[in-house]
């Protein structure tokens, strides 16, 4: 298990980067409105069952790489904190990639909107590379179990993303229009997700040049 005070840094950082809404809780707004909160609570279960894939697919590369050398893997820690900074920079001075919320969505049933979830966010290299990416961080390699450990801390955030999508479907009814009209909303996204991620980036290299002077 990583330790105690990992898990509410991770906790921390996790609902930071969830609660800033992107273009999956957008997606999950736009099918909340449009066909109600059961349509966007399936979308959610699809996206986040593939969550789960991710995380499987991070712990068993990560630890694979922790195995066959410690270097190996603080070097994959430093290059996480280097994409984490370059995604900030990227989502403060690049193209605005949300979607346009004033498009209409075709109705679908809720298994087909739990299997679109699901294939959207499996095959999204951005989310694997994120993964890759974050979850390193809060990994304490001396208490061994790295595997274990990428997959609890992975799981708690599947369980946050849940929490904080679900709670974003059950005010669509009610902000969802307001945040399709609300352009000013969207950009001050932008930015502010932009400073956390690269917050996190550097936080993640100054806590990894710590560690490696003990």
């Known amino acids: 298990m990583p330790t105690f005070d990992n898990i509410w840094l991770f906790i921390g950082a996790s609902l930071a980067l969830l609660l800033i809404p992107g273009p999956a809780v957008l997606y999950i707004f736009a099918r909340s409105v449009e066909q109600g909160r059961l349509a966007g609570f399936a979308s959610i279960l699809g996206i986040h069952a593939a969550t789960l894939v991710h995380v499987i697919v991070a712990a068993l590369g990560l630890s694979a790489v922790l195995a066959s050398s410690a270097l190996a893997f603080s070097i994959v820690k430093y290059a996480g904190a280097a994409y984490l900074i370059w ?76 929490i904080t999508d679900g709670s974003y479907a059950f005010a669509a ?9 609300n352009r000013r909303y969207l950009t001050a996204e932008r930015y502010v997700s932009g400073v956390l991620l690269i917050g996190l980036g550097l936080m993640a290299a100054f806590a990894g040049n710590r560690s490696s002077r003990r």
């Open 87 to 162: 995604l900030g920079f990227k989502k403060i001075f690049g193209r605005n990639e949300l979607p346009d919320t004033d498009t209409h969505l075709k109705p679908f049933g809720y298994a087909r909107l739990l299997r679109d979830g699901f294939v959207v966010n499996l095959f999204n290299p951005k989310t694997a590379l994120f993964f890759l990416a974050f979850l390193p961080q809060f990994v304490a390699v001396d208490r061994g179990h790295a595997t274990m450990q990428i997959a609890f801390l992975g799981l708690i955030y599947t369980c946050l993303g849940i």
């Open 173 to 181: 009814g009610i902000a969802g229009n307001w945040l399709r009209r």
